[in-house]
């Protein structure tokens, strides 16, 4: 019997997935990147003129973004499921509400620089998770660059005094705890009066990668980085034209389907090579490869969405995985390094625990084919929801509480299982 588990139809409490039978073999077609998405969007927001996104994501954090361009006066239609036109005229104009940013870090995090191009007040808000994300070390940088913006508990709410431009020249930056505050800077810089620097504070950074795709995406609307060393980036003043961009397959989606298919010991294609991402993710892909084998020790800290995945390959591994790195995945969509290290402990006790920040995860094959029902909690988080579900394609009575969190960057993560031939129950 077909069923539909598109998102609209899973008013469930929880999702059981019955392990399948045999290897996991299919095509599935991966939603865009939500990392380029939302900064196309922006950008192209921020732009004169059309522009035209194709391959793009629409899931809540991309919908938040885009909602949030409208307010300030982006135009953006959606012709079809994987495109948004965007015309912007090169301002932005002030909302008449707050911006209202769920739980999407891209959005809160760029959109509280971009608001400084306003002439007027913008307030950037988030839902309760977001509110505990901190956004401090990005309001001491504006403040450095001549931006009035306040968030007096450190995190969202922010409160951005915009004077439709600013006057800083350099900047330094604390970017231990999120990479997108260092996004957020650069792609805001386009717009200053002369040549902006934006300089690392110290050398700790999240997923550099992601600074890359920053500086890639700038360039396809027309904007000119130079990198002054491994920490520090000159942005010419030169605003932003209107582009069309194809964007690429979301990576760290991509990480749960060759998982999947690790696990199962099948074949899954998504109609790109592994290579072709420019994604951090994607660094993912040659461990996930290595299962059964997974190193013993795993820095996780140029590929951090793809830590919860590579956790519960882990917990099938032949030895013991321990995640270095991954401190800043305590604030994430929810503290990562705890969810994960509960949850496999509630499909098994002593499958993982915590040592300071460190992730421990005990592989154990024996796992495989063994049946321990579970209830797991996913924190709201996304990716808590869809690496936990991994463990669901090898042990049985694993089921999944709050299934539609996969919304947040992935809608099409439980059809797509579907579609491969896992069965899925809904719970009460
Ligand atoms: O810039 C981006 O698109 C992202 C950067 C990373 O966050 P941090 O820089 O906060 O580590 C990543 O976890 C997030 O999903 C997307
Ligand atoms: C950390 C994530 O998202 P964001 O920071 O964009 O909310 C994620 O998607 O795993």
């Known amino acids: 019997m077909d069923q539909s588990f598109a998102l609209a139809d899973l008013d469930t409490r929880a999702l059981l997935l019955v392990p399948p039978a045999r290897p996991l073999r299919g095509r599935v077609v991966l939603p865009g990147s939500k990392s380029i998405t939302n900064r196309a969007l922006l950008l192209a927001g921020l732009a004169k003129g059309r522009s035209h996104l194709k391959g793009a994501l629409k899931s809540d954090d991309t919908a938040r973004m885009a909602e949030a361009l409208v307010a300030m006066g982006v135009r953006i239609e959606e012709p079809d499921a994987t495109?948004?036109?965007?015309?912007?005229?090169?301002?932005?104009?002030?909302?008449?509400?707050?911006?209202?940013?769920?739980?999407?870090?891209?959005?809160?995090?760029?959109?509280?620089?971009?608001?400084?191009?306003?002439?007027?007040?913008?307030?950037?808000?988030?839902?309760?998770?977001?509110?505990?994300?901190?956004?401090?070390?990005?309001?001491?940088?504006?403040?450095?660059?001549g931006i009035e913006a306040s968030a007096p508990t450190g995190c969202p709410p922010v409160t951005i005094k915009g004077k439709g431009g600013f006057s800083g020249r350099r900047v330094e930056i604390d970017a231990g705890l999120s990479s997108q505050y260092v996004s957020a800077l650069l792609m805001l810089a386009a717009f200053g009066e002369a040549p902006v620097e934006i300089v690392l504070k110290g050398q700790a950074i999240g997923a550099r990668g992601y600074v890359d795709l920053t500086q890639a995406a700038m360039a396809a609307f027309g904007a000119e980085v130079t990198p002054l060393g491994p920490g520090a980036w000159r942005v010419a003043p030169t605003r932003y034209h209107a582009a069309d961009l194809m964007i690429e397959p979301d990576a760290s989606a991509a990480t749960y389907l060759w998982a999947a298919a690790a696990l199962t010991g099948g074949d899954v294609d998504l109609?790109?090579?592994?290579?072709?991402?420019?994604?951090?993710?994607?660094?993912?892909?040659?461990?996930?490869?290595?299962?059964?084998?997974?190193?013993?020790?795993?820095?996780?800290?140029?590929?951090?969405?793809?830590v919860p995945t590579l956790a519960a390959l882990a917990a099938f591994n032949e030895g013991p995985v321990r995640f270095t790195g991954i401190a800043n995945l305590r604030v994430k969509e929810c503290d990562r390094v705890h969810a994960m290290a509960s949850e496999l402990q509630r499909v098994r006790p002593g499958l993982a625990r915590e040592e300071g920040d460190d992730l421990i995860v005990m592989g154990d094959p024996a796992l495989a084919g063994s049946r321990h029902p579970a209830r797991i909690e996913t924190y709201a988080d996304h990716r808590i929801a869809m690496s936990m579900a991994l463990v669901g394609l090898l042990v049985g009575g694993i089921a999944i509480l709050d299934p539609t969190c996969v919304g947040k960057t992935y809608p099409g993560f439980w059809q797509a299982l579907a579609d491969l031939g896992v069965a899925l129950e809904k719970l009460d």
Not at 107 to 136: W, Y
Not at 275 to 300: C, H, K, M, N, W
């Open 83 to 145: 495109s948004f036109v965007v015309a912007g005229t090169g301002r932005l104009l002030p909302p008449p509400a707050p911006l209202f940013l769920g739980n999407a870090g891209t959005a809160t995090r760029f959109l509280t620089a971009a608001a400084s191009l306003v002439e007027g007040e913008v307030v950037v808000d988030g839902d309760p998770h977001m509110r505990k994300r901190p956004i401090a070390p990005l309001i001491e940088a504006l403040a450095r660059l």
């Open 271 to 306: 109609g790109l090579p592994p290579e072709t991402f420019t994604q951090p993710d994607a660094r993912a892909y040659a461990l996930i490869r290595a299962f059964p084998r997974l190193p013993s020790v795993i820095e996780g800290s140029q590929m951090q969405d793809a």
